[in-house]
């Protein structure tokens, strides 16, 4: 038998919300997303919050882990929690950052915005919140031309509720 | 292990129907496995990347994973969803007689 790649019967919808702009978090979404593409499913990614950093071009190049408040994070080579203290120094961040890029690139996992084109020229759709789109509206300025232009468009979460029908959702 | 008649030559599969020994493919045998998933016919398009997945697979022992296919032999990820419909990981390896990719990305 060959396998049963069920074309016809793939219904299975999947909505995916952003709700964290750090690198490690945009980059699970990105990584469960393009499993799901790549398995037929129908995908949705809704950005909302810090998620945002993930969409607004100028600063979806710039995605940072932060060693700050996070227990997990050992000293490399070690199982040293990194104290505040130390992760709190000017420049943890962006050394922090700056590893865990080379990590990935290592595992052949593509920086944010490469990884966002990849699923979405796998025919996913983005999504912004409203509610977040006018919050940083107001106190930013920011306008539409301002996101990434592989959002598809700015919905309320009634619209969610709508698109989601169906669907599974994962919150991250 | 299960074998299974394809093209007129029994080759093994695995539980999900994958060819297991790499060394029983050959090129006159792809179009029968394309046909087998609903590929008619086998572009130049499908060719370049069964022919960079028996290439990769040769040197690294393992299935190339669709980003590599786009970044490595230059087929745009949008391409492999035209040519390999769906499941386009799982179905160019199928056709290219190796196990469908391990890797996440």
Redo the contacts between chains.
């Keep these: 038998?060959?396998?049963?790649?069920d074309?016809e019967t793939?219904d299975r919808k999947l909505c995916i919300i952003v709700s964290k702009g750090t690198m490690e978090w945009a980059t699970a979404a990105m990584?469960l997303g393009?499993?799901a593409?790549?398995?037929?499913i129908e995908l949705h990614v809704f950005f909302t919050f810090w998620g945002f950093d993930a969409i607004i071009d100028k600063r979806m190049d710039k995605l940072k882990i932060s060693p700050v408040a996070n227990p997990s994070m050992k000293v490399p080579g070690t199982e040293i929690g990194m104290s505040n203290m130390l992760a709190g120094l000017p420049g943890m961040t962006a050394f922090a950052s700056a590893m865990m890029n080379k990590e990935m690139e290592k595992?052949?996992?593509?920086p944010n915005r490469e990884?966002m084109?990849?699923v979405h020229?796998?025919?996913a759709k983005f999504w912004a919140c409203r509610l977040t789109f006018d919050m940083m509206e107001n106190t930013m300025g920011l306008t539409k031309d301002d996101l990434w232009d592989g959002v598809e468009d700015i919905i309320s979460a009634n619209d969610f509720m709508e698109l989601s029908e169906g669907g599974q959702i994962i919150f991250i | 292990m299960a074998t299974?008649l394809i093209g007129g030559l029994e080759v093994h599969v695995d539980d999900?129907?994958?060819m297991t020994d790499p060394n029983e493919w050959n090129e006159e045998l792809a179009p029968a496995?394309a046909k087998?998933?609903?590929i008619d016919e086998l572009t130049d398009g499908h060719w370049k990347v069964i022919r960079f997945l028996r290439e990769d697979f040769a040197r690294e022992g393992q299935t190339a994973?669709?980003?590599?296919v786009?970044t490595m032999a230059n087929v745009?990820?949008?391409e492999l969803?035209e040519l390999f419909?769906?499941?386009?990981?799982?179905?160019m390896s199928?056709v290219a007689g190796l196990k469908k990719p391990v890797?996440?990305?």
Excluded: H
Excluded at chain 1, 1 to 5: A, E, L, Q, T, V
Excluded at chain 1, 37 to 40: C, M, N, V
Excluded at chain 2, 85 to 91: D, G, M
């Design positions: 038998m060959p396998p049963k790649f074309d793939t990584v393009n499993a593409t790549s398995e037929g595992l052949g996992v593509p990884f084109q990849m020229d796998s025919g | 299974e999900e129907g994958f496995l087998e998933i609903g994973t669709l980003r590599r786009s745009p990820t949008k969803y419909p769906k499941k386009p990981a799982k179905k199928y890797g996440c990305v």
